[in-house]
Nanobody
Framework: QVQLVESGGGLVQAGASLRLSCAASGRAVRSYDLVWFRQATGKEREFVAL?????YYADSVKGRFTISRDNADDTVYLQMNNLKSEDTAVYYC????????????WGQGTQVTVSS
């Protein structure tokens, strides 16, 4: 079992920055990919970024978002710069076996709202 707790969401203006955190706890966290997804109202959930065997980003956030992972305290961060209104969504942290592209564990989500 892995438990995930996100924090750091909020309301910001376009062009601002936010950093999301996801604290992971449980067994063998370091054997998991830690991934950020987001879901905007009325839209399907979409992949944002992954930190595991490597780092990967959705095209829509490349160059603006940076994912990082601190294995000392099993936390994954999402630094979001130059935020746009289309980044408004609930952001979820997820965990799954490295390389499996299957995410068995999810956090409760944190709201990010970007006003234009």
């Amino acid at each position: 079992q892995v438990q995930l707790v996100e924090s750091g969401g909020g309301l910001v203006q376009a062009g601002a920055s936010l950093r999301l955190s996801c604290a992971a706890s449980g067994r063998a966290v370091r054997s998991y990919d830690l991934v950020w997804f987001r879901q905007a109202t009325g839209k399907e959930r979409e992949f944002v970024a992954l930190a595991g065997g490597g780092t990967y980003y959705a095209d829509s956030v490349k160059g603006r978002f940076t994912i990082s992972r601190d294995n000392a305290d099993d936390t994954v961060y999402l630094q979001m710069n130059n935020l746009k209104s289309e980044d408004t969504a609930v952001y979820y942290c997820a965990a799954g076996p490295i390389g499996a592209r299957r995410y068995d564990y999810w956090g409760q989500g944190t709201q990010v709202t970007v006003s234009s």
